[in-house]
């Protein structure tokens, strides 16, 4: 796989996870190590736990699994985990991913083995399998399958890491060493830390259920409302499939790409977690704000009712945006989201699901698509318009006051004149960084070197270099995206229309749910 070394490998299926604050009483003798030799069956392993709030193990990349591997093999330094005990459970406080790549390696499950296929239950992206083929690979090159070890009953068996335990009282005090141990070595980002101290609280859960498609470790299971208990992760995966589907491939070769970019990695949650609070209107910071504070006004959610209605109203506002339900508008992604260069820009996403849930609010939705052909063509001509550079406006929420702003202007002046470059006079003049924006693309376009390969961004601009030529719903003139497009009757059924192909053409849900008001 090319380029794995810029991938994380997912090894949080390697040591489950339980809940620090159950309450029981200490039964075992710690001790000062773990052996190689308890990371396989046995007693040991199936008493190491990680903090049920605890962020998913996929910080590293196949270089540092192996890495961390062939330091152990060679007896070299390899800092000491830190443990914490409660009754017949083992809590990991630090040291995750040091455990977890040795687990790996005996049990040679790099995010797609067995283990990984019963936690994820069976739905392993084909990112994720690519990044654990290339990471055995790297490893048996390195230090050899663990297999190849044990069958000569290596002494690697009785090696040890050292092991520090946590002789803190009570479980409140464990969590606090947790986050504050983490904030240092691998760096744990600000909105990993919100969702940790605020691990039950409806924001949180709905973040993590979206970000691993309703599987891996239960994070709902506490709910008390059965209905609620079922349906989260059945909403967790249909909100991850609207995002997500098809897999985006790199470099871009088709129009045919998801809404959302890669299913997979750490923006995955960051993504998800802007998703919940713009669709819900919640009065936090975005993902690119605070640094934990805010998650204590954030209360638990014990019954499961509230996570329902924040997944339910995330997934209502994708659909809005792309899908086949009737309210869809069916937004192309690769004229909204991407760059040229084939970037997925969350910023996009949020400031269209912004202002497309505002138009409905006010009625404006019809009106919208009256005139979505002159809009979309204005923005074919312009990408600047709804794609600005990120250093011009701004990342996040920041962006979001500026961008409503020049939606809707694109939307009057096209709806009292529908010429896209009468539009675009205008609005060069009453925003001026358009132009600059523009010509910052353009120059962008150029670049490159005499001879040389060209880039990833390259090909994929290539393949995204002339939109206008993507099928056009036959309602609206907006560009059509296979996952949001409808047969329509040319002639209405109603008047006796064929069934035949020749009365068939392809629509957007929207337009097709509202082609009786468009003629007005």
Known sequence: MANASKYQVNLDALFPRADLFELAQP????????RLSDLGPGAVYDMLRKPDFQRETNDWNPKQVAKLI???VKDDIIPAVILWQNGNKIFIVDGAHRLSALAAWVRNDYGNGEQSLAFFKGKIPEQQKLIHDETQRLVNDQVKPWSEHSAIHSMLLMREIVVQWLDSPSADQAADAFIRINQGGTVIDPLEVRILR??????SISTRVISHGGTGHEYWNHFTDPKAKERVPVLGQEIYKLSFSPELEMP?????????GFGYGSSVLRLAFDLVGLANELAVPDSTKGKGDDASKLANDEIG?????????????LRLILSNEKLSLGLHPALYFYTSGGAFQPAALHNAIAWFLDLERRGKIIEFLKIRGAFEALIIAHPAVIKPATHK???GARTRSKMLALFERMFKLLTANPSPERAWKTLAKEFPHLVADEEDQKSEAQKGSAGGRFSRGAKSAASLSDLGSIPKCKLCGGLLHKNGKVVDHERERSAGGSSGSANARWVHPACNSNRLVMKK
């Open 70 to 72: 062939e330091t152990f």
């Open 393 to 395: 406006l701004g990342s």
């Open 198 to 203: 605020s691990k039950k609280s409806a924001l």
């Open 305 to 317: 009712t509230e996570t329902l209605e924040y997944l339910s109203k995330t997934r209502r506002a």
């Open 27 to 34: 039964v075992i003798k710690k001790t000062s190590g773990i």
């Open 252 to 260: 871009i070769k088709t129009y045919d790409i998801p809404l959302a």
